[in-house]
């Protein structure tokens, strides 16, 4: 009976001592940081990397290289508050010198974390809604989503403010609060938070009226301010809408408009409403006369500068163009930072004062990747902006993958002859080999593009080019001709609607391209290509979006299919077409092998629906459609096929990285399953 009894002691004892096993006991560190040793006592491992960071940063700052009574004290400071902001309210820092450094002693004390948080006054189906407030400071500072929360009791009285802030941007202009209640867990580590709320009465808009002259409007604005009508009452939507009017009109040239608003005495309306006045004073129609560079930029920035916005002097004063032609300009690559100031010359003409930094004229730069169809790749680009104090750029790109080399030489002149076309004229060398056969190509391009209005670009392309294609393994017929020259010349406009061109997520896109061209090799024909292109994309909220498209392709010619080079024919299937085929591989295929013949003409269809898992990663489901015909037609379904998938996107800066799966559910003999994608940017 007696050993039982001290047993059962035993485990007593070790039951009470469980706690101490279950965390890591503080210990002594000794570290070294920039030249500073420093003795850490009673720091637990929790904190032992947050504790070096924070010393690391504070030492640096100083500057000091030997320690000091001064030092000492800063680091023992600085130390404590990270531990109050981190969740250890008692937290204490003592700190000495000895031996040549500083020895800090720390009493963690017990680590806290919020626990329920309760509001009382207002609904309790507005909890969910308001704790973000009372706690927002925090998860600032923590930059992730931690299991529980720390809690800070001078986050919480921030956020008690914050709270209140949010009830009077409801209306409840005299919102208030009591000091917040915290009860603390004997047992436990949780601190429970109780706030109570004292809303008031719920003010809300009345009667918006609209004073002053408003005929400059384009728009309708009395249903801008009809819709405030029996909206909560805050003073940030009443000057949003005020911004908002004022806005307007400067855009469309009265740049000293200016409109105020004041709320009606006297004639407060039932269930609390405020009426308010609107009144708007337009002044003087502004035109832009002059354009004034600053004479520190270089003859080449300000030669380009000066064509870019000459285009908007004689004009009235307008934000939005002169946002498109500060876009252009920065397009160049010339300029860093571009500052546009209109200044009032008198009572209705201004100038547009230009200054800026300018970029780095010489790059150079070095990329490689790996992606489906090309596999691996390695390149590099080098250019010169401000080439020769013109104003133009040269550019040279060379990449090597596993389908085979391309280089080009590329200059641009961003403002031709002083107007506001881009001139871009670029040589191009390419040795290309797929399946069963090589093709070597040099090329020459010209192209003019105008960039018409923010949303609209018109270009007109010339092109000629000597090309060789070789095969052992595939017919004349197959191949087409062997040797070939093409001149061709077209032109294509474009209409962009989307909120970005990488990752769009709102608006259109429309396109149409034509080309005329002649062949002059071992086939003489004639053709004429043809390319519509149309998407949407739609954010149902901000985790779905949905996004569809159409696109066609015709190549009409002089003679049939078989007379056409392999390299001018039309392909389908691939990352960014029909996604349950390889890149190419739709349609008629080689009789000895796999090679993909092509055709005339070509049509896809496009249906994707994605969600944002977390930011910059998302998850997508795709249904594809699509054909290869031998006759040319504009979306022609001939022989329709289908791809039905999965896909992953991660937003980088340059456009996603994006890896997709499509299952070909309709897949005839020999044909594969599916295909897997590895590839940058959008599908369409």
């Known amino acids: 009976m007696m050993r039982f009894f001290q047993l059962a002691g035993l485990f007593f004892c070790l039951w009470l001592a469980a706690p101490a096993f279950g965390q890591a006991a503080p210990q002594t560190r000794v570290v070294s940081l920039n030249g500073i040793t420093l003795e850490l006592n009673g720091v637990s491992d929790a904190m032992e990397e947050p504790a070096r960071l924070l010393l690391e940063k504070q030492i640096g700052l100083s500057g000091d290289q030997t320690v000091s009574p001064p030092l000492a004290d800063d680091l023992a400071f600085f130390l404590q508050s990270r531990y109050l902001q981190t969740g250890y309210e008692t937290a204490t820092v003592d700190w000495q010198l000895a031996a040549g450094k500083v020895v800090l002693t720390v009493d963690e004390g017990r680590r806290r974390y919020v626990g329920k948080v309760t509001f009382e006054g207002v609904e309790a189906s507005r909890n969910s809604e308001l704790q973000p407030y009372l706690v927002r400071q925090t998860k600032q500072r923590e930059g992730r989503k931690p299991k529980r929360l720390p809690f800070v009791e001078a986050d919480i009285q921030a956020g008690t403010g914050l709270v209140v802030r949010r009830l009077q941007a409801d209306g409840y202009l005299n919102a208030a609060a009591e000091a917040p209640v915290f009860t603390r867990d004997a047992k436990g580590d949780s601190v429970d938070i109780l706030l109570v709320l004292k809303p008031g009465p719920q003010t809300l808009f ?46 469309l040239g009265w740049y000293r408009a200016e409109v105020t608003s004041s709320l009606v005495t006297g004639e407060q309306q039932s269930g609390g409403a405020v009426p308010v006045v609107l009144t708007v004073l337009p002044g003087e129609l502004f035109h832009v006369t002059e354009v004034r560079l600053n004479k520190g930029l270089s003859n080449g920035a300000q030669r380009v500068a000066r064509s870019v916005f000459l285009t908007a002097t004689q004009q009235r004063y307008a934000p939005e163009t002169l946002d498109l032609l500060h876009r252009r300009a920065l397009d160049t690559g010339i300029f860093d930072r571009l500052d546009v100031e209109p200044a009032v010359l008198s009572s209705n003409t201004m100038a547009l004062q230009i200054t800026g930094q300018e970029a780095k004229p010489k790059t150079l730069g070095f990329f490689g990747g790996y992606e489906t169809f090309k596999g691996p790749f390695l390149g590099a680009e080098a250019r010169h902006v401000n080439f020769m104090d013109t104003g133009d750029s040269v550019g040279v790109r060379a990449e090597a993958s596993t389908v085979g080399l391309d280089g080009s030489l590329q200059w641009t002149d961003p403002a031709i002859f002083g107007s506001r076309n881009v001139l871009a004229v670029s040589l191009n060398a390419e040795t290309f080999s797929f399946k069963e056969y090589e093709r070597r190509t040099v090329a020459l391009r010209n192209t003019l593009t105008r960039r018409i209005t923010r949303r609209v670009t018109a270009e007109l392309f010339q092109n000629t080019s000597l090309s060789a294609a070789e095969s052992t393994m595939l017919t004349l017929e197959e191949l087409g001709p062997r040797d070939y020259s093409i001149i061709s010349g077209g032109g294509r406009l474009t209409l962009d609607f989307r909120d970005n061109p990488l990752n769009p997520r709102r608006g259109w896109l429309a396109g149409i391209s034509m080309e005329a061209g002649v062949d002059k090799g071992d086939a003489d024909l004639r053709f004429v290509r043809t390319d519509i292109n149309a998407s949407w994309y739609h954010p149902f909220n901000e985790k779905w979006r949905m996004a569809v498209a159409a696109r066609s392709s015709s190549f009409n010619s002089s003679e049939p299919v078989t007379e056409v080079p392999i390299e001018q024919r039309l392909f389908n299937g691939g990352a960014t077409t029909v996604r349950s085929f390889s890149e190419r591989e739709m349609g008629p295929e080689s009789q000895r092998g796999s090679t993909p013949l092509g055709g005339l003409s070509t049509t896809v269809l496009n249906a994707e629906l994605s969600y944002m898992v977390i930011s910059n990663l998302e998850v997508a489901g795709f249904v594809d459609a699509g054909s290869v015909n031998e006759e040319a037609s504009l979306f022609s379904p001939g022989d329709l096929r289908y791809a039905i998938g999965m896909g992953i996107r991660y937003q980088l800066p340059i456009g996603p990285l994006r890896i997709d799966y499509g299952y070909n559910p309709n897949r005839k003999e020999g044909e594969k399953a599916g295909a897997l994608h590895l590839t940058f940017g959008f599908a369409f």
Do not use: H, I, M
Request: charged share 35%; net charge positive.
């Open 206 to 251: 009345g009667e918006v009226r609209l004073a002053g002259d408003l005929s400059k409007f384009k728009e309708d604005v009395g249903k801008k301010a009809a819709n405030l009508s029996g909206k909560p009452f805050n003073e940030v939507n009443l000057e949003t809408l005020r911004k908002e009017l004022k806005g307007n009109l400067q855009s």
